[in-house]
């Protein structure tokens, strides 16, 4: 959960807090002062840990602290970087189950969850050793009709299209949705092509060269996931986390990330043997 990360960004902002002060010094070996040591001693570290909901205001109350300001917007202050990610594809090609599945490592099967849905899930990714933070917004019921609102896409800084590989309408819809897509989401907005559903080989109606030849057509990346599995859908979110941190912290000299080298190095092939 959100809290542990502010516990921790706390513990990190403390000890910045204990060496710039005069008034405050951290024990760096670590040891207990005892009651020895009182009424007064300025090697002692007092602890104190901000505990409460996420969002109520924990890290503004340390900066304010600290600094003598307030930053506004939590998520910055605390994460560094965040982004917004969307679900995209046709009605139950596995969106909700596909985001259960990278937030909570578990897989929801039945019907329930396709009518429910979800709105949205944060969660940490790290990347070189930052930490990304990704909202990832879940579509429901509006994707029927493909009129997912516009002002949604504008928000998104990456998009997660979906198809179910064994369901050949959803994969033909694909080009309307990127279509849609060209039309409403920023210009620079990361795509990824998703063939889900891959653990269902008996079933399987869209062959693994067809999402290739229509990711490489579009100039995605693609790959084949399941969320049942399990398959391939870290290496999902964390491609993108990476692709979208190296375009925020760039340097001139840097060379540009590779998203599609990455996702070919890493990923697991479900094409030919299953998962
Ligand atoms: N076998 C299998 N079933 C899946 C997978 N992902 C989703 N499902 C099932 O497909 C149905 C629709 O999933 P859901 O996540 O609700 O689709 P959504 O409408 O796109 O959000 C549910 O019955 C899920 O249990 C998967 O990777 N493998
Ligand atoms: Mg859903």
Known sequence: MD?????????????????????????????????????????????????????????????????????????????????????????????????VRFKDGAFLGGNFIATVGIDFRNKVVDVDNLKVKLQIWDTAGQERFRSVTHAYYRDAQALLLLYDITSKPSFDNIRAWLTEIHEHAQKDVVIMLLGNKSDMAAERVVKTEDGEKLAKEYGVPFMETSAKTGVNVDLAFQAIGKELKHRATQQPNEPKFQIHDYIESQKHKTGCCGP
């Open 3 to 99: 809290d542990s990360w502010d516990t921790h960004r706390m513990n990190e902002r403390w000890k910045m807090v204990s060496s710039d002060s005069a008034y405050m010094s951290s024990t760096e070996d670590g040891q207990t002062p005892t009651a020895i040591t009182y009424p007064y001693n300025e090697e002692l570290t007092h602890k104190t840990i901000l505990v409460g909901d996420s969002g109520v205001g924990k890290t503004s109350l340390l900066v304010q602290f600290d600094q003598g300001k307030f930053i506004a917007g939590s998520f910055t202050s605390t994460v560094g970087i965040g982004f917004t990610v969307m679900l995209l594809g046709d009605s139950a090609v596995g969106k909700t189950c596909l985001l």
